[in-house]
């Protein structure tokens, strides 16, 4: 086992996946996909992987998406005995050419590609790789150098429609949400759906995403918003927040909603200044504002672990949006935070699941919802329940009526998973459709109800089934009773026997 640094003390799935990657490198994987969620430690991680590279004698470039990542970078490495160089424009004093390790600007790097002497680096490190993963500036640095190992971390390895990041020659969970929060490493979710922005008639566009004029204008009707105002004052218990929210107009109709509430909040988005970004950011950190609403800002790299409420009034479908935006608020904090409070005002749990379920992901296929079936809503605290259970966990009211209503579509989902079965074995799907156009309904229970259960393992499904799709289309053309079709079938079916 590869030994870490005594100044950072590795947990040991951290230790772990060093070891893998340290591996991949020596044996010549050209390309490694690495998945580290939200409170794995992804940097303590990346810190702990360049020491060790540069210690074998590598040349490292370590790349980061975004100007507030460099310093955080940078300070991590510094404390694990790494004393990197920058290239970015604001930090040039920072940057020596002859630095084993450089901290690279993507955007800086891209433009200055041409000016900057041929560093060689042995092993490419791409921070947040899914961010601008198809990307030029990323493609042009990757072109430049390849002949160098590429090692993508990331929190959310997929791409726009849930599917795995193609392209790497291996991939590598470091560990899971529910583990980490099993282990006392992140909190846990404690999710509620007061009220849901209706998006059945907002036009997806041909990117995938919701038209976001549309969308900005439905989830900004005035009765809309009085009732996120009105639901949230109802479980309102101070502890301090984040909205994600659509546009900045929308953000501003939030952020006015909220403060004539009594509920003190501010706004941050990408057209203010930095120090009017920073004025917000501190009275939030501070506790002088309870709520800070934010356009765009706060899906990566923000961690204030104080957080407890993430408001999620932005409908999206991006599962790795989503991803990044419920884990801004999933950290522990020094105290020992137990939980964060998840109020989803935007459909997301109905269309990806909870935030902390598993997920399995493939490059060619979306990752499905732990539970298919709808969870109950506590209509008294809100609460996302899917247990089967008829009272809520979270308040203890009774949800009868609620809980009867979920059994009857989870029985129905179970029946309809059974038919898809027995079509699967028996081939039943031209007969069904035979039986259907006969009776004018769906031909499923006469098929599964009445004909199938004459049928013996002597005779062939395609026998069977032909003869059923003939029948059935004899009596559609002489207009006879559908029962025709089973007393024929009675019949011949005696015959075997």
Known sequence: MVQANTQIKLRDYQQNTVDYIINNTENGVHSQLINAPTGAGKTVIASELVRLLVKQGKKIFFVVANQPLIMQTYN????NGIFPSIIQRDYNSYYNPDKKVQIVMIQTYSSRVEKLPDLKPDVIIVDEVDFGYKGQMLKKLLEKHKNSQIVGLTGTPITFKGCLLPGFDVY????TVRELQQQGFLSIDKNYIPVVCDTSNIRVMTTGEFNEDELEQKCSESYFVNDIITTYKKVDKGYKGIVFAISINHGEILQKAFNEAGIRTGLIHSKMKKYQQ????????????QLLVNVGKLTRGYDDTEIIDCIMTRPTMSLALYLQMVGRCARVDKSGKKFFRHFDYAGNIERFGLWSEPR??????TPKKENDYNPVVCPFCFSVVYERTNRCPECG???????EKREREIKDNLRAKEIVEIKAQTGSDGAIE???????????????????PMKTEK??????NAE????????????YNPNYVYYRMKEKLENYR
């Not at 399995?360 to 296929?365: A, G, S």
């Not at 059923?468 to 207009?479: D, G, H, T």
């Open 459 to 464: 005779i062939p499904n395609e026998t069977f």
């Open 468 to 479: 059923v799709i003939r029948l059935a289309n004899y009596a559609k053309k002489k207009e």
């Open 360 to 365: 399995l992901y493939e490059t060619d296929k």
């Open 278 to 289: 920073d004025y917000w950011l501190e009275a939030h950190k501070s506790g002088r504002i």
């Open 434 to 452: 035979a039986l259907t156009k006969l009776l004018n309904r769906n031909g499923n229970s006469f098929y599964y109800m009445k004909l199938l």
């Open 397 to 403: 009211e009774t949800l009868k009526e609620q809980h």
């Open 172 to 175: 590598h969970e470091v560990i």
């Open 76 to 79: 991590k490495f510094v404390t």
